[in-house]
């Protein structure tokens, strides 16, 4: 396993960078995870379609702690990449 970690200042381009990396590493068969951390919560969006998916905070203080599974947390988007924010 390999992990990559990208951070910097805020409006320097990390999500848009970090999305085009995961979807060129789907494109050669790899397996990806991308955990975004950002408040913003985008950092996955245009992975899956555009939309803000809701972050694992959303759906704990929603269904409850002790209800959660994984596939409300994680989504799949472009190229199988799997998907989660974090905030």
């Known amino acids: 396993m390999r992990q990559i970690a ?36 985008d950092s996955t969006r245009m992975l899956v379609g555009g939309v803000r998916q809701p972050t694992v905070l959303d759906t704990l ?14 989504h799949t988007g472009f190229g199988g990449i799997k998907c989660v924010e974090a905030p």
């Open 6 to 41: 990208i951070y910097g200042k805020g409006g320097i381009g990390k999500s848009t960078t970090t999305q085009n990396l995961t979807a060129a590493l789907s494109t050669m068969d790899k397996r990806i995870l991308q955990i975004g951390c950002d408040p913003k919560a």
């Open 61 to 74: 203080r929603e269904v409850g702690t002790e209800n959660v599974t994984l596939e409300e947390v994680v």
